[in-house]
T-cell receptor
Framework: QKEVEQNSGPLSVPEGAIASLNCTYS??????FFWYRQYSGKSPELIMS????GDKEDGRFTAQLNKASQYVSLLIRDSQPSDSATYLC?????????FGAGTRLTVKP | DADVTQTPRNRITKTGKRIMLECSQT?????MYWYRQDPGLGLRLIYY???????NKGEISDGYSVSRQAQAKFSLSLESAIPNQTALYFC??????????FGDGTRLSIL
């Protein structure tokens, strides 16, 4: 089992819809959780961080964390074509950070 | 100016050559990391360093070496490059209890 698992996609949604991205992790000691957005050929860009169970909202983005079930998700409301990218989930089980392979999202106009 | 600067941005070289990728940061972070990214495989950790005297292997360190010359500088070397080291390489920094911040990457092609 990989430490951080994400569906590779591609996930395709129409413009204006809600995109839902999921991530599960294996190490229960993980305390910090992050979502990065990566455009093709570019570096990962931090878009959300979450540290406690529940929801955290920032603009059109909502991160959800459930430590008991070991999953973290990212919802993107009112999806825009500019949201088309690969989304990386990252967790911090020890002193370093472990990344999922990413989910490729395509938002169709 | 970028907080995390990687040089060069692109490099094409031949099998067997020694290559150095450099990373410098102005964020004042103690922790620095080198990753490689291959299509469909996500980010894989090569080496990381928590301060100038600390060097740690990541999951794919074979064929690579690093040097932490100062808090702000962390270089990655390929002693004898081989084609399967063709990839996109990222340097990242991290402050205590903070997320990682990435440089713009180095696209390396080994012929």
């Amino acid at each position: 089992q990989k430490e951080v698992e994400q569906n590779s996609g591609p996930l395709s949604v129409p413009e204006g819809a809600i995109a839902s991205l999921n991530c599960t992790y294996s190490d229960r000691v993980s305390q910090s959780f992050f979502w990065y957005r990566q455009y093709s050929g570019k570096s990962p860009e931090l878009i959300m961080s979450i540290y406690s169970n529940g929801d955290k909202e920032d603009g059109r983005f909502t991160a959800q964390l459930n430590k008991a079930s070991q999953y973290v998700s990212l919802l993107i409301r009112d999806s825009q074509p500019s949201d088309s990218a690969t989304y990386l989930c990252a967790v911090t089980p020890q002193n370093d950070m472990r990344f999922g392979a990413g989910t490729r999202l395509t938002v169709k106009p | 100016d970028a907080d995390v600067t990687q040089t060069p941005r692109n490099r094409i070289t031949k099998t067997g050559k020694r290559i150095m990728l450099e990373c410098s940061q102005t964020k004042g972070h103690d922790r620095m990391y080198w990753y490689r990214q291959d299509p469909g495989l996500g980010l894989r950790l090569i080496y990381y360093s928590f301060d100038v005297k600390d060097i740690n292997k990541g999951e794919i360190s074979d064929g690579y070496s690093v040097s932490r010359q100062a808090q702000a500088k962390f270089s990655l070397s390929l002693e004898s490059a081989i084609p399967n080291q063709t990839a996109l390489y990222f340097c990242a920094t991290q402050g205590s209890n903070q997320p990682q911040h990435f440089g713009d990457g180095t696209r390396l092609s080994i012929l």
